[in-house]
């Protein structure tokens, strides 16, 4: 906890969820029930080092909800990691998975390590081990608790886990699904990657196709010539910048933790991530200005700032320095409640993480499915449809006399492959969350703003499930 935070990051989730709670009607033991993290895991085990020692790690998972099985969340490796974090982190799972209706209660788990000072071979070592120690408690498995990347882990981590699980468990036909974000190769699903970039880019362009909401702000309608500020170049960031700029929009600034980089006439993501892996930093990227402290960023004039990174960026005390008119929370919990209290002053937007970063887990949902049904997306309808498609076109063609264009016979026959498919299913699952939440934010007034309406939506949905389930005696 900072000096400046009155609150650790589990409590800011309980501070937040208590300032909605007031708008349901539910009785306040659910209520409780709803809050509170059902399983805590922590685990200490040895880990050779290439050097020959022996260090102790320290790692955790953390079963927030299991009104709905399995439980999902991600597993970051960071030197921040801890309890706190961790029960914070799968508490906004489960609220995620319901705003979106994915059907899984919440988890999340860590491994309080910088995995830049370890090498390949002993990330696997630690990944390996971590993924057994939750085999060994009944922690992970499709039915039970699945997890996914998150910061500082990818695909490479998702297939050591599945690899393990499944060497552990043999004979478990569904074991591919004990884990999401794998690689393609490995019984992942084309679009995983992409998810919580795209997802973000989607909820934000609903916000911004939405008259009233912009006129309040000041604002054209839509996303072209949109200035964007994102903070972090890791998968979210990285994918976040690329779909803003494909859609029309500048990135004037990109932040990294080693600084922050400048350019009014907008960035290449793509060029700024090569000049980085060469040189090992985002700064003196040729055309841009460097900024001081990469927390600059977060301060610059723009009309849509996304925090990518960690948590807690956005605080009481550098909150009425930000000049953004909306902000999208990519990262988890990078907004405190007191900086939630400085937007609503100063008529900030700020579109809450727990919906808005929602791909991520709702592409892994797709992911699941995949691997339970032992199929690819797409394999049973893409010939079917394109044949159709082929047969209204030759009936149109005959009955007009025309033919249409090269381009446009493409388009209309193509029948869906895997990634759109991914596509498609996320686009809406971003565009009816975001309308869901707006409607239950603009029905009462009272409702101080957009992450208080997506708490109410959250809660309603879990405690409704809860009612549904009953409470054993
Ligand atoms: N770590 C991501 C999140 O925070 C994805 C979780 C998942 O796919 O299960 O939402």
């Known amino acids: 906890m900072s000096s400046q935070q009155q609150y650790s990051f589990f409590q800011s989730v309980e501070k937040s969820f208590d300032k909605a709670a007031k708008f349901t009607k539910f009785d306040p033991g659910i209520l409780e029930q709803i809050k509170a993290c059902n399983s805590v895991y922590q685990m200490r085990f040895p880990v050779k080092r290439d050097n020959g020692s022996i260090e102790v790690i320290e790692a955790y998972r953390v ?20 309890q706190d974090e961790v029960m914070a982190l799968a508490s906004l799972m489960t609220y995620k998975c319901a705003i979106v209706n994915v059907p899984f209660g919440g988890g999340k788990g860590g491994i309080k390590i910088n995995p830049r000072n370890y090498s390949v071979y002993e990330l696997e070592k630690i990944t390996r081990r971590y993924t057994s120690e939750l085999v060994k408690k009944n922690f ?13 882990t990818g ?3 998702m297939a050591w886990i599945v690899d393990t699980y499944a060497s552990l468990k043999p004979g478990e036909i569904d074991a591919a699904g004990c884990v999401t974000g794998k ?15 795209l997802g973000v880019f989607y ?26 500020v994102v903070q972090g170049l890791g998968n979210v960031g990285y994918h976040s910048a690329k779909f803003f700029r494909e859609a029309g929009a500048k990135v004037v600034a990109l932040a990294e ?3 922050a980089i400048m350019n009014p006439d907008g960035l290449n993501e793509e060029e700024v991530f090569q000049h980085r892996k060469k040189t090992g930093s ?3 990227f040729p055309g841009a200005t460097n900024l001081a402290k990469n927390t600059d960023a977060l301060e610059l004039e723009c009309d849509i700032l996304i925090p990518a990174a960690l948590e807690n960026v956005i605080n009481g005390e550098n909150a009425p320095r930000v000049k953004a008119k909306v902000i999208g929370e990519a990262a988890n919990g990078p907004c405190t409640p007191e900086a939630d209290d400085v937007f609503v002053k100063k008529g900030i937007l700020c579109v809450p993480d727990m919906y808005l970063n929602a791909g991520g887990v709702t592409v892994s949902y797709f992911e699941w499915l995949k691997n339970l049904s032992h199929v690819r997306y797409g394999r049973m309808e ?51 969350a975001t309308r869901e939440i707006m409607a239950i934010w603009l029905s009462n007034p009272e409702i101080p703003d957009m992450r208080t309406a997506a708490y109410v939506n959250a809660i309603n949905k879990v405690a409704t499930s809860y009612a549904e389930l009953g409470i054993f005696p």
């Open 257 to 259: 933790y080693e600084g």
């Open 63 to 82: 079963q927030h909800s299991q009104h709905k099985s399995p439980c999902k969340g991600g597993i970051r490796f960071s030197d921040e990691v801890n």
């Open 183 to 197: 690689p393609v190769t490995q019984g992942g699903v084309r679009g995983r990657k992409e998810a919580t970039g």
């Open 203 to 228: 909820g934000i362009r609903e916000v911004c196709n939405m008259p009233d909401v912009m006129k309040k702000l000041n604002l054209e309608v839509g996303i072209v010539n949109k200035t964007v």
């Open 282 to 284: 985002i700064l003196n």
């Open 155 to 157: 695909e490479r981590e």
């Open 140 to 152: 992970i498995g499709p039915g039970i608790d699945v997890p996914a990347p998150d910061y500082g």
């Open 382 to 432: 893409k010939r079917f449809t394109e044949n159709l498609n082929s047969h209204i076109l030759g009936q149109i063609e005959a009955l007009t006399g025309k033919t249409v264009s090269d381009v446009e016979r493409k388009f209309i026959m193509h029948g869906p492959e895997e990634v759109d498919l991914v596509h498609s299913g996320l686009e809406e699952t971003m565009i009816s």
